[in-house]
């Protein structure tokens, strides 16, 4: 990944002006780099005095309660008091980091076509970023949204600004948006960055340990009902899927973010190249997409599902019946692999 120096300069230009009321967005279901990207930038930006507030759609999962200042982020659903929306109409700058579209803030997208006059900034890895942004730094070959804004903090202002607390962050986005350093795009520049992170003090195994084993019993137990009730594999043994209905999940104790990870398991399975996961909510089934190597479940998400994300890693949603979906899913599949894009 290189950074161009015009968007560097952008940036510089930017926030130079003293003092900005400034907000920093992040994707429904935020996750490890969306909580770690947004809260590492905003205290990059605060430091240069300028005011932050940090905003997500909805509540992100209970194993990142832990991360240094998450209490601060505001989450709109529950945001009884309404400072999402002031400090979006107040805001002279909306940084949307780790999201390609608008679309993707889903409750929280109406409030922010509201405010016609904020300077709009995308700082992101997904594929096929949407126009209307003032500046778009957009890099689908970062591993994750963390590592762009430490490439970005690291040409702006040197690796110096990065604190500890910052560093524990980035961190977590590099950690969970790779696998575990173990899907694409594994750079010398990301391992370099991870070293420079390491001299700031972090703990790896305290980070590994407070994101990956904070589960609940609840949750190992739905894992073993997943896999062991509700996974099916079709294509000669080359495509997996599971669903989850709500009334499974309620017998489970379900919080959101438990089926983190339950769709990669499948792809443990040797000859799997491509699961996906249902999983229903009131309203819609949101579908979570993986695959292996050269299959592209980016462009599934975008053909069946009305999604999108990364070539290995996509989701979109569904809003008929979960048999349907499945239906849909099997067909979709079959139409898929005829076309030549299960190799
Ligand atoms: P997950 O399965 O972890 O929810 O999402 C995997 C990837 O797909 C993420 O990078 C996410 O941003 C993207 N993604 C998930 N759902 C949607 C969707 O409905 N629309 C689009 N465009 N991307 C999605
Ligand atoms: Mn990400």
Not at 53 to 71: A, Q, R, S
Not at 213 to 235: D, H, P, S, W
Request: glycine residues 6%; aromatic residues 10%; neutral net charge.
């Amino acid at each position: 990944m290189e950074l161009s120096k015009e968007h560097i300069a952008r940036l510089r230009e930017l926030l130079a002006r003293p003092a900005q009321r400034i907000v920093i967005l992040s994707h429904t279901n935020p996750d490890g780099d969306a909580v770690g990207s947004s809260l590492a930038w905003a205290e990059v930006l605060r430091g240069m005095g300028h005011a932050v507030t940090c905003i997500v759609p909805n509540k992100y999962p209970y194993f990142l309660d832990w991360m240094p200042g998450i209490e601060e982020v505001v989450v709109f659903k529950t945001d009884t008091e309404g400072r999402a929306a002031r400090a979006v109409s107040e805001a002279d700058i909306l940084f949307c980091l780790d999201f390609n579209a608008v679309s993707r803030l889903e409750i929280l997208s109406e409030t922010i076509e509201a405010n016609t006059t904020a300077v709009r900034v995308l700082i992101d890895h997904h594929l096929s970023p949407d126009k209307g942004f003032d500046l778009a730094i957009s890099h689908p070959d970062s591993s994750s949204t963390c590592f762009l804004v430490y490439s970005i903090v690291e040409a702006l202002c040197g690796t110096d600004a990065i604190t500890r607390r910052m560093a524990e962050l980035l961190y977590v986005g590099m950690m969970t948006d790779t696998g575990n350093f173990a899907f694409s795009f594994l750079t010398p520049e990301l391992f370099r960055a991870v070293a420079v992170l390491v001299e700031k003090g972090i703990r790896i195994p305290d980070i590994h340990n407070s994101v990956y084993n904070a589960y609940t019993e609840g949750r190992a137990r739905l894992f073993g009902y997943a896999i062991n009730r509700k996974m099916e594999v079709i294509q000669n043994g080359t495509v997996a899927y599971m669903s989850l209905l709500e009334s499974e999940m309620r017998r489970f104790q379900f919080q959101q973010g438990d089926s983190e990870g339950f769709v990669n398991y499948a792809l443990t399975i040797k000859k799997v190249k491509m699961s996906a996961m249902f999983l229903a909510h009131r309203k819609f089934i949101r579908v979570s997409l993986r695959s292996r190597g050269d299959v592209d479940v980016n462009l599934f998400a975008r053909k069946y599902f009305n999604g999108g994300g990364h070539k290995n890693a996509a989701g979109g949603k569904s809003f008929v019946s979960m048999r349907e979906t499945i239906d849909h899913y099997v067909r979709s599949v079959a139409e898929f692999a005829a076309e030549g894009h299960l190799g």
